[in-house]
């Protein structure tokens, strides 16, 4: 997989909490999306609940994929339809421009699809001469900036107005503006234009369900909606897990996609595809071809720490109450997931000790499992993560951190465990930390390597001179002799 | 109630070296109940930091000396949410392949309680008798929240404390940025969240902001110390417990 | 494209990481019922015994929902009425791309009854039909009439199409894909009208899918290939959040309700109804 830059978390992290445009992007759509997902959920006839239901729903659905998948297959292939499994990110792509380059494809339109991100079409499609046209509004203008996505649903979020105007004054040729419904106009006359010369369609799928034998897309915008209904070839890709087994569990799935990603009752456009059209139609396209994506997937699901991470539908609801998130923007990430989301199911897909800083530089404050609309426990898979970095695990290939880590770890285990010589410690460290300079009250301004960290913002506070341990045997004594 | 309670102590790594008359101020508050409260000695910490870096081996090291040490307890409180939440629901998963352990832990973790949470659910005390003059502010601590569904019991309480005026900040249930080794480990994204937080308390106006977890505490109020702003940052029990364990002074 | 060998390996892969023997499948009755549930049953009462009042209390939530999505609905008394918004909309609104004013609707007995055809032409205005190809068409001709149809489409400001249902929950109409009634007559004029029954509302999403899934007038044709819901008209809010009509697909969308019975109509035909089936058969 190219394009991966999870080693840069922190320089990123940095870089995101330093632009105030961003920071203040992102607090915007935290405040309108965080607390709004939590009432949506609360506003469900059956109430919260739900998210528990569609999570016996995945859970079930993960359980049987197998099944599910040839079920799936076997009714697109009944229609007309193509569908092609692939086990690695490479065999998808090789598979999309082999289709693109058999029909003669001189243009595609895509619409916003996270797995395309994750496997790296575009840039193959592009050297062997396609034009790919992101048409999701804000991945469009993030294309046109050269850029990659910070936010699933909002992937544009990191722009501003100005940004997008001088963009598509450049790009577009349009006469400055900042008015958004002018830009956006601009923007749907340019892809209009794309649509209709297009040959062929590219889109994710949202939930695709087996019993019918249908992939579904939701769009606001129709862009999904345009790119699946005008080119003459459809290709659409699949990471393997979204699939569930019947209509009525589609139906719970969907409601809550939709309240998780933008607090909505539904999305404006859900489009239901299970074939090429029929001879006797005027549209639609004559080709469709479903790509179901494994890139890993399939190791997650064989370690029952992971396998809940399948359940994930890519909601995004995460994202918008994740705090850490929320401060430092998606592109820190370093990959096509971000946020919660992405700190689990990216070090997962590309190497766990590569995406190392993508696993501990969480908070571990739970929002993001309240905010779920799956009810996934992100929190307990990042402690797993955790876990297997210090320890090691030979099925992901990473070895034990050990180290100066490992051995300050083992130091601090064999301290709680002897509680006189943990005493004696902090006795020690309350003389010496009058070494450091402090300020009021004897808080320590700065500390050493490898706490200095903390006093980069903070003072730090004083060890006690009397511990509670000491002051409650104090008292003991004095009880006795009174 | 019927019949006398009695409550173990268990009192965190942190409460203990960095603000002992915290864990004072709740023996005071039991007390002030009838409440017996016992203090098993050679207790340390409850492998959290352990556990939430990925040293597990570490942190079965730690649980299994707190298992031992409050095998007997009748009723183990502790004020933290963290801690709690680490004992309740991580000790069982500690422990899933040793099913003594694992029985032990699970017994422990149905035994376990956060201060405020004891005090409001299961004594059904509510007016403590405290009073504390000024305008405080809460904040809900991510594992006292989250981990444990705790957020009405300490403003409850709050409430009823005499002098007192409670006021809500924007954001209350947004984590400071503590993190445990998370502060140190990533300092500046511990500090855009701990200065957000900052400027949530400011703006409620409040004289004081109080919490369940020290690490929150410490963490807010090192950076309301850098800051130089006159913003207290207390445990929730040093204000139930009565002025005296709330004044600087109280230290030692 | 057969089932080679790459995709052999990808289940075998897929069902030991499951823990199950590579090359073993099972029967899988029990992820697919073959008879709906209680619940299934429940919701298939519930819209064929769905009383007037009912009936009622649906229009009102569909148009509650419709309101904030900016999908306007009409409760209009009859094709009479329903003619008039849709030529009112034709002289007010301008089109987008420019040029000529054109319409483009479905064949359908529905909107032949608005009785489009004679008041549009009066003004010169055109008014395209679509048809289903002719099976029997070499593929030369059948590209050159696809062409053709997609131009006029496009070239069309006001769209004109029925729907299968529509749900009162989330104001969404429900398309069924058929020959003859393409997709793009929906998507690609500036302006959508969707016309409807009073009886084609059903409450909710569950509703519709105990119906396509176990009512055998549905059952046969399924959902298949495609079947879109609209829940209004196009948007965004990429840029900073602002919230803009008119993003791909149309930026605004009318939704014409009729009652079951138009006396005025000029087939006397009442709609198939989900509700009343014998209706289907009338």
Known sequence: ?482 | ?252 | MAEGRGERLFFETLRRALGRPPQATRPAEDLFPQEPSAQDLRLLAAVSGRSEREREELVARLFAAAAPLHLQVEAVAGFASAREIVLRLVAEKTPEWGGEKQLVAWRHPLIEGLGLTEPLARQGIPLWITHPLDPGLAPEAAAEERRRQRSRIAASFIGVTTADFCLAETATVVLRSRPGEPRSVALLPSIHIALVRRGQILADMKELFALLRWEERFRGEGLSPYLSFISGPSKTADIEATMVHGAHGPREMYLLILPDETPDAPHGRPAQTPSSPEAGAA
Not at chain 1, 51 to 67: G, P, Y
Not at chain 1, 247 to 260: Q, S, V
Not at chain 2, 86 to 107: C, N, S, T
Request: charged share 25%.
């Open chain 2, 1 to 252: 109630m019927t019949g006398k309670k009695a409550v173990t102590l268990f009192v965190p790594c942190l409460v203990d070296a960095f603000r002992p008359e915290a864990a004072e101020a709740v023996v005071a508050v039991f007390e002030r109940l009838g409440v017996a409260v016992g203090y098993p000695e050679g207790q340390t910490c409850c492998g959290q930091p352990a556990f939430n870096a990925g040293y597990r081996d570490e942190a079965r090291r730690a649980a299994r000396r707190f298992l031992r040490l409050f095998a007997a307890a009748e009723a183990v409180v502790c004020p933290s949410g963290s801690c709690v939440a680490m004992v309740r629901h991580h000790y069982p998963a500690l422990f899933e392949e040793e099913p003594d352990w694992r029985e032990l832990a699970r017994r422990t973790a149905a035994r376990t309680f956060e201060f405020t949470e004891y005090l409001v659910d299961v004594l059904g005390a509510e007016d403590l008798g405290a009073s504390f003059a000024g305008r405080v502010t809460y904040h809900d601590s991510c594992h006292l929240l989250r981990g444990l569904g705790v957020r009405l019991q300490p403003r409850r309480l709050l409430r009823r404390v005499k002098g007192l005026e409670f006021v809500e900040m924007k954001n209350a249930d947004c984590c400071c940025g503590f993190g445990g080794a998370f502060s140190v480990k990533y300092p500046d994204i511990s500090t855009a969240l701990v200065a957000d937080k900052i400027a949530w308390i400011q703006e409620s106006g409040a004289e004081a902001v109080v919490g369940g977890d020290l690490g929150c505490l410490l963490n807010i109020e090192g950076a309301l110390r850098r800051r130089g702003l006159p913003i207290r940052a207390l445990h929730i029990a040093q204000v139930l417990a009565g002025e005296r364990f709330s004044r600087e002074g109280a230290r030692p």
């Open chain 1, 1 to 482: 997989m190219s394009g991966v830059r999870t080693e840069r978390y922190v320089e990123e992290a940095r870089r995101g909490i330093a632009d105030p445009v961003l920071r203040r992007a992102l607090s915007g759509l935290q405040e309108r999306f965080g607390r709004g997902t939590a009432e949506a959920y609360r506003r469900l006839p059956e109430g919260p609940g739900l998210r528990q239901t569609a999570h016996a729903i995945r859970e079930k659905a993960i359980a049987n994929l197998d099944l599910l998948l040839e079920r799936l297959a076997a009714r697109i292939r009944g229609n007309g339809g193509e569908v092609f499994f692939a086990a690695t990110a490479a065999e998808a792509v090789s598979y999309g421009a082999e289709v693109a380059r058999r029909r003669g494809v001189k243009l595609a339109v895509k619409g916003k699809s996270m797995v395309t991100e994750e496997i790296g079409l575009n840039p193959v499609l592009a050297a062997q001469g396609v034009e790919v046209v992101e048409t999701d509004l804000g991945e469009y203008i993030i294309q046109l900036a050269g850029e990659t996505p910070s936010h699933i649903i909002a992937p544009a979020i990191h722009k501003t107005r100005n940004e997008v105007a001088e963009l598509f004054v450049q790009k577009l040729g349009i006469p400055h503006t900042t008015d958004p419904p002018r830009l956006t106009h601009a923007a749907r006359r340019a892809l209009r234009e794309k649509f209709l010369a297009a040959d062929l369609g590219i889109s994710g799928v949202n939930l695709a369900c087996a019993e019918t034998g249908h992939i579904s897309t939701v769009s606001n915008e129709g862009n999904i909606r345009m790119a699946t209904t005008l080119p003459r070839v459809h290709i659409a890709f699949m990471g393997m897990e979204r699939v569930v087994a019947r209509l009525d569990e589609y139906e719970i799935l969907l409601r809550l996609l939709c309240r998780g990603a933008s607090v909505q009752d539904i999305g404006t456009y859900v489009s239901f595809i299970g074939g090429p059209r029929r001879p006797e139609e005027t549209d639609g396209p004559e080709e469709f071809h479903l790509v179901v994506v494994d890139n890993g997937r399939s190791r997650m699901l064989a370690d029952p720490r992971f396998r809940e991470m399948l359940s994930c539908i890519r909601c995004a609801a995460c994202l918008n109450v994740c705090p850490v998130y929320g401060r430092i923007g998606g592109h820190a990430y370093g990959f096509a997931y971000s946020g919660p989301v992405g700190a689990v199911v990216t070090p997962l897909l590309t190497g766990v000790r590569r995406g190392r800083d993508l696993c501990l530089g969480e908070t571990l404050c739970g929002a993001c499992k309240d905010a779920c609309s799956m009810d996934i426990d992100l929190p307990r898979m990042l402690l797993e993560l955790r876990a297997l970095l210090a320890a090691g695990d030979a099925s992901w290939g990473v070895e034990p951190t050990g180290g100066l880590e490992g051995r300050a770890w083992k130091l601090w285990a064999g301290l709680v465990s002897h509680p006189g010589l943990y005493e004696g410690l902090l006795r020690a460290a309350a003389l010496l930390q009058r070494l450091l300079p402090h300020g009021g009250a004897g808080w320590i301004r700065r500390l050493p390597p490898p706490f200095s960290g903390w006093t980069q913002s903070r003072d730090f506070p004083p060890v006690a001179r009397e511990t509670f341990r000491a002051r409650w045997a104090k008292r003991r004594q004095e009880a006795g002799r009174g």
